[in-house]
């Protein structure tokens, strides 16, 4: 039974798929977007590896901000773990052999990746680091695998005593050439509409001394109803809660007056019994007091 697919999870999805499909030489053959489990979106697309199998890679920004701290994650199956960085790995079969192994590498040089190269018992490998710092092997068998080797592998997997043999060793080649590296996207903006009130999901909790605060880092503008800027001092947190993923949150509410001397403003915003409010497609709130708008922060 073969593998069907793995999946990994790249920091910068547009320099992988560069480097999946101009470097390693996978198309791509499928993909599939939907809303994610927790909130958010996701993309996952599917490369041909051979053989009539596959590989993905997630494209997480939709889920950045939501269910992920986007400065925090790390994409690097080993060192992200905590691990040294050649231990989890990723080895693809040439079928074409020595021939085929020399134009893989000569594949990574030109591409700006260096190679290192190993021989093993019974294979034949070359190595190079992914965008995400992965470790990718491309290998091929030198012989096939014989009962010796069956049976020397069931008395090491009972044999605890330290290796006295030490590692393997082979060359180190090093490209000159330019990595490519793709141009950053504009970031996602991320707004929440059809509830009661005119209201921006925040999406980093606020200073503990400063509760009505946005975040730093995040910047905010105000659409809709009314005009001239809201400072930042009039945001109320309506309420906290953890999402899914225990991101903790806030949700804030912006009023066209103040509180202390328009009481119909503050009657709004705590809502009125029986009053209706409805949302238009452009953001505005409409029935029920007086307006409000609507707040957009982004990172």
């Not at 993909?31 to 596959?54: L, S």
């Not at 605060?213 to 001239?228: A, F, K, M």
């Amino acid at each position: 039974m073969g593998v069907h697919h793995f999946a990994i999870a790249p920091k910068d999805f547009d320099t992988s798929h560069h480097f999946y499909t101009e470097v390693m030489g996978f198309p791509l053959v499928a993909g599939v977007k939907r809303q994610a489990p927790g909130g958010g979106w996701t993309k996952h697309m599917f490369y041909d590896i051979g053989d009539g199998a596959t590989m993905a890679l997630w494209d997480l920004r939709g889920i950045e901000g939501v269910q992920l701290d986007p400065d925090a994650w790390r994409s690097a199956i080993s060192t992200g773990l905590g691990l040294p960085r050649w231990v989890n790995h990723f080895a693809f079969n040439c079928k074409g052999g020595e021939e085929e192994l020399q134009r893989r590498k000569q594949a990574w040089l030109d591409a700006g990746y260096h190679v290192s190269m190993t021989d093993h018992e019974f294979i034949r490998s070359i190595y190079t680091f992914d965008p995400d710092k992965n470790l990718i092997e491309w290998t091929y068998d030198t012989r096939p695998i014989n009962e010796d080797d069956t049976r020397y592998a069931y008395e090491i997997l009972v044999d605890d005593t330290p290796a006295t043999e030490g590692d393997y060793e082979g060359p180190f080649f090093k490209s000159t050439a330019e990595k490519f590296k793709a141009e950053p996207r504009p970031p996602l903006v991320r707004q929440e509409s059809g509830s009661k009130f005119a209201k921006e999901r925040i999406l980093k909790s606020a200073p503990a001394r400063s509760p009505t605060r946005p975040p730093i880092g995040y910047y905010c503008w105000v659409v809709g109803w009314g005009s001239g800027p809201v400072p930042t001092s009039k945001l109320r947190p309506r309420r906290s809660f953890r999402s899914d993923s225990k991101t903790l949150a806030r949700e804030a509410l912006v009023g066209t007056g103040d509180r202390r001397r328009d009481g119909a403003s503050a009657r709004a915003q705590r809502g009125r019994r029986g009053s209706a409010r409805t949302l238009s497609a452009d953001g505005h709130y409409s029935g029920g007091g007086a307006p409000l708008r609507r707040v957009v922060c982004s990172g």
